[in-house]
């Protein structure tokens, strides 16, 4: 058998794709746990990919780029190919959350760095950055966790 040239295409199935970008988080993230679902229906190909605490979106999203063999344009309402490796994978939602600890945590560290006068006090005794005053005390730390990581 001859090694593939750059021509050619590998074609993998939905699930041989959930399991090969599972194993490339893994590697790339030790510790932290993902969960890689197969969409059935109308949303077949698609991968929803969640998380919590560990890496921020943006570090997982270019791992998991990799992983679409389309890439949908709004420009024309069609998907487009990716590239020569042909995944089964139309495309991918991620979803990180913050544990509760790591929400305690992030707002306690907003706290200490602004001695507390970055934030406004609502009805509930939460606080919320002025900026965000309907946010909640996990989006504060998504924020948070944000700007620590960039």
């Known amino acids: 058998m001859s090694t593939p040239t750059a021509i ?5 199935t939905v699930k041989e794709t959930a399991a090969a970008l599972r194993k490339a988080l893994r590697e ?4 932290v746990k993902f969960s890689v679902r197969m969409a059935t229906g109308t949303a077949y190909g698609w991968l ?3 998380w919590t605490d560990g890496p921020t979106t943006a570090q997982v999203r270019k791992i998991a780029a990799n992983f679409e063999s389309e890439r949908f344009s709004g420009m024309d309402d069609t998907y487009h190919s990716t590239g020569v490796t042909q995944w089964s994978c139309c495309g991918i939602t991620e979803q990180r959350s913050i544990s509760p ?4 945590e992030a707002v306690a560290m907003i706290k200490r760095d602004t001695d507390g006068e970055a934030f406004i006090r609502r009805p509930d005794g ?9 946010s909640t005390d996990e989006q504060l730390a998504l924020i948070y966790w944000q700007k620590v990581a960039a």
């Open 126 to 134: 939460s606080v919320a950055f002025p900026t965000y005053p309907h």
């Open 48 to 50: 929803s990919l969640s």
């Open 8 to 12: 050619e295409i590998m074609s993998a």
């Open 28 to 31: 790339a993230f030790p510790g």
């Open 101 to 104: 600890d790591r929400i305690a």
